[in-house]
């Protein structure tokens, strides 16, 4: 009697364990694949102390322009307020994900980060920066089109789709 118990009970135990483990193998894939959702590049929110690394330190070389990142990238000085700017985000984040790995999408609140766009002159938003890896960036103003932005990434950051 005592070992028929102690056998169900093993067996009670051990059928537990397998349908455990194979609740933790679902759950594994389920964060796996999520995770992989969350590496689709979106637009990077910078402050000035991550503008200083990930993109130009003005602070130590204030008179050269010197791109940091190992890919190219855009820059939006914007602002929460501004209905052009507004307009400009849903394009950026698309951009984001297609461009996944090959370009940068930066964002900066020039409420926010006033030290920066006043660094960079900003008097008209949204002003972008496209910023290649070994040339001097271009600026644009205002609202662009799609088609504006992938000409610019083509031209000026020479990055294909």
Do not use: R
Not at 21 to 49: F, S, V, W
Not at 73 to 86: E, N
Not at 91 to 96: G, K, P, R
Not at 126 to 143: H, V
Request: proline share 5%.
């Amino acid at each position: 009697m005592k070992k028929t118990l102690i056998l169900a009970f093993a067996s009670v135990l051990l059928l537990a364990s397998c349908g455990n483990n194979k609740q933790k193998e679902e759950n594994k894939q389920e964060t796996q694949i999520e995770t992989k959702k969350e590496k689709t590049m979106k637009a990077i929110h910078l402050t000035k102390e991550e503008f200083l690394k990930k993109v130009m330190n003005y602070e130590e070389n204030p008179t050269e322009w010197k791109y940091l990142g190992d890919k190219p990238c855009i820059i939006d000085f914007y602002a929460d307020w501004c209905g052009p700017c507004k307009a400009v985000a849903p394009v950026l984040e698309q951009l984001a994900e297609e461009y996944d790995g090959k370009i940068y999408v930066y964002k900066i609140n020039t409420e926010e980060q006033q030290e920066l766009a006043a660094v960079f002159g900003i008097q008209s938003i949204p002003t972008i920066y496209f910023c290649p890896m070994d040339e001097n960036p271009q600026m644009a103003q205002g609202a662009l089109p799609k088609s504006a932005f992938k000409q610019a990434i083509s031209e000026v950051l020479k990055v294909q789709e």
